[in-house]
Nanobody, 124 residues
Framework: QVQLVESGGGLVQAGGSLRLSCAAS????????MGWFRQAPGKEREFVAA????????YYAASVKGRFTISRDNAKNTVYLQMNSLKPEDTAVYYC?????????????????WGLGTQVTVSS
């Protein structure tokens, strides 16, 4: 059983940056692919970025590619999401998720473990 706790959210002006962290406990972190998702009010949860268990492969939603970077530190059981050039449309609750195995998926239903989320608000 993996527990995930996100942190690093907050209020930032458009064009600014935030770094989200997701700390994992209770499992073998290096055996999980990790993903970041977000959900804005009235919208469905959407894929943001994912990384394989080794960190060698990453994938991004088109809307964030070139602005966001996902990374992981298996020694610290933590996955990160560096968000640059933030836009008001990036405003959402951001969730990290874990799935057993090496491959990542963009479908939220493929992930068995979720954090409670951290709010990111980008003002214009």
């Amino acid at each position: 059983q993996v527990q995930l706790v996100e942190s690093g959210g907050g209020l930032v002006q458009a064009g600014g940056s935030l770094r989200l962290s997701c700390a994992a406990s209770g499992g073998t972190f290096s055996s999980y692919a990790m993903g970041w998702f977000r959900q804005a009010p009235g919208k469905e949860r959407e894929f943001v970025a994912a990384i394989t268990w080794s960190g060698r492969s990453t994938y991004y939603a088109a809307s964030v590619k070139g602005r966001f970077t996902i990374s992981r530190d298996n020694a610290k059981n933590t996955v990160y999401l560096q968000m640059n050039s933030l836009k008001p449309e990036d405003t959402a609750v951001y969730y990290c998720a874990a799935r057993g195995g090496s491959s990542w998926y963009t479908n939220p239903s493929e992930y068995g473990y979720w954090g409670l989320g951290t709010q990111v608000t980008v003002s214009s």
